[in-house]
């Protein structure tokens, strides 16, 4: 059973609007989570991360949300670029190990 | 920069043929994975090794199984390749040692089984 949710399988964004991307996720044990960007042809890059117990973190026009209450986090990008225009995973892990990996969301930013 | 290398980025095999990807780690990451990915289902760990000629299933293991004899090099085998084993295959590491941090991707392979 898939234990990280993407229910959105794409977006698109005008250029300078904000995106924002979702994931739940049903195991509350989960104490780490991340995003990944995935060009086609290409392997995932890792963007950016946040702990359980933190609730945001931010790195330069990314912003990652996390309620635990509601087992959901997002990732905002703020403003969307052209070159944003990929596929998005989020991640969870506990323990440090195993991954856990959503089914993706396509990201098309309009120029 | 942790560069995580596979061997091949593309690979056309016949059905039936045994098939090997390799993937080579160059941080001393206790843990590697292989996942692969196909539209629609998201990235799917077949199986994750947290050290040497340790592994682990990961979620899809049938048709595959795994090498890793060394820290650095860790092996993915489809022993007897099939028209479903079609897909993008992707190698990872982390750190391990339970602490949480990022996995490094390979470019990944794109495998066709004919």
């Known amino acids: 059973d898939q234990q990280v949710k993407q229910n959105s399988p794409s977006l698109s964004v005008q250029e300078g609007r904000i995106s924002i991307l979702n994931c739940d996720y049903t195991?509350?044990?989960?104490?780490?989570f991340l995003w990944y960007k995935k060009y086609p042809a290409e392997g995932p890059t890792f963007l950016i991360s946040?702990?359980?117990?933190?609730d945001k973190n931010e790195d330069g026009r990314f912003t990652v949300f996390l309620n635990k209450s509601a087992k959901h986090l997002s990732l905002h990008i703020v403003p969307s670029q052209p070159g944003d225009s990929a596929v998005y995973f989020c991640?969870?892990?506990?323990?440090?190990?195993?991954?856990?990996f959503g089914t993706g969301t396509s990201l098309t930013v309009i120029p | 920069d942790v560069k995580v290398t596979q061997s091949s980025r593309y690979l056309v095999k016949r059905t039936g043929e045994k098939v090997f990807l390799e993937c080579v780690q160059d941080?001393?990451?206790?843990?590697m994975f292989w996942y692969r990915q196909d539209p629609g289902l998201g990235l799917r760990l077949i199986y994750f090794s947290y050290d040497v000629k340790m592994k682990e299933k990961g979620d899809i293991p049938e048709g595959y199984s795994v090498s890793r004899e060394k820290k650095e090099r860790f092996s993915l085998i489809l022993e007897s390749a099939s028209t479903n084993q079609t897909s993008m295959y992707l190698c990872?590491?982390?750190?391990?040692?339970?602490?949480?941090?990022?996995?490094?991707f390979g470019q990944g392979t794109r495998l066709t089984v004919v």
């Open positions: 946040i702990s359980s117990i933190k």
């Open positions: 195991n509350s044990m989960f104490d780490y």
């Open positions: 941080m001393d990451h206790e843990n």
């Open positions: 990872a590491s982390s750190f391990g040692h339970f602490m949480n941090t990022e996995a490094f």
């Open positions: 991640a969870a892990i506990f323990t440090g190990n195993q991954f856990y």
